[in-house]
């Protein structure tokens, strides 16, 4: 399976959203996290929408434990990165 890039991640996850699939979205973010070694069910995925300071909207990934403990920085930066 080839890997996804965050760019592409963040694109298809504010796609499925617009098409009103969160289901999928979900899916994408989770497969994500598999490929880094890490298991999706021991996080809850929130998507945030924002507003960008080009006027564009865009959707936030949010990680959060299950287990209360906080998520690694790099994870959940990398979660976002996307390029300009």
């Known amino acids: 399976m080839p890997q996804t890039n965050p760019f592409n991640?963040?694109?298809?996850?504010?796609?499925?959203l617009e098409?009103?699939?969160p289901f999928f979205a979900e899916i994408k973010v989770?497969?994500?996290?598999?490929e880094r070694d890490h298991n999706p069910s021991d996080y809850?995925?929130?998507?945030?929408?924002?507003?960008?300071?080009t006027g564009t909207r865009t959707t936030e990934i949010k990680l959060q434990?299950?287990?209360?403990q906080p998520v690694?920085?790099?994870?959940q930066?990398?979660?976002?990165?996307?390029n300009n």
Do not use: C, M, P, Y
């Open 30 to 34: 989770k497969d994500w996290l598999k």
């Open 72 to 75: 690694d920085e790099w994870l």
């Open 77 to 82: 930066a990398e979660v976002n990165r996307h």
């Open 19 to 21: 098409q009103g699939q």
């Open 9 to 16: 991640l963040r694109l298809q996850v504010d796609r499925l």
């Open 44 to 53: 809850t995925i929130l998507f945030q929408s924002k507003i960008t300071e």
């Open 65 to 68: 434990r299950r287990d209360g």
